[in-house]
Structures are given as structure tokens and as C-alpha cells.
């Protein structure tokens, strides 16, 4: 399925945001991630189904100065 992903079409074969996660290798800890401008809280990862034409956000917290 394609879907845009941080403002690019991306092919994935990801049902759930936890798998798309996984799919990248992004850890969940400093990690947000947003549906449709919507925040998907983590604990709805796994259940949050994701759809063609799915337009996510994947932010992730970086240290630094």
C-alpha cells in the first residue's frame, strides 16, 4: 500500500503504526506519531490500522544543542 509518509509516498506493507514503526526500525521511546494531523497516543499503536493513502507523521526526539 503507499502512503505519505513525513511528506513523501512511501510503499509499505504495514497494516498497524506499531508495524510501520518496526518496518523502519524506529524505536518507540522519544518517538510521536500523527494520523491525519491527528496524535496517536502509544498505547494505540498497535490497534491503529493504517490505510491506503495514509497521510503519517513520524517525529522522533533528537539530543542535542
Given at each position: 500500500?503507499?502512503?505519505?509518509l513525513?511528506?513523501?509516498?512511501?510503499d509499505?506493507?504495514?497494516?498497524?503504526?506499531?508495524?510501520?514503526?518496526?518496518?523502519?526500525?524506529i524505536?518507540?521511546?522519544?518517538?510521536?506519531?500523527?494520523?491525519?494531523?491527528?496524535?496517536?497516543p502509544?498505547?494505540?499503536w498497535?490497534?491503529?490500522?493504517?490505510?491506503?493513502?495514509?497521510?503519517?507523521?513520524?517525529?522522533?526526539?533528537?539530543?542535542?544543542?
Amino acid at each position: 500500500m503507499i502512503l505519505t509518509l513525513n511528506g513523501q509516498p512511501y510503499d509499505t506493507s504495514a497494516s498497524t503504526v506499531a508495524e510501520l514503526l518496526d518496518e523502519k526500525g524506529i524505536a518507540a521511546d522519544g518517538t510521536a506519531v500523527a494520523l491525519a494531523e491527528q496524535v496517536v497516543p502509544r498505547s494505540r499503536w498497535e490497534a491503529t490500522e493504517l490505510m491506503e493513502g495514509a497521510v503519517v507523521e513520524i517525529l522522533t526526539a533528537v539530543q542535542g544543542g
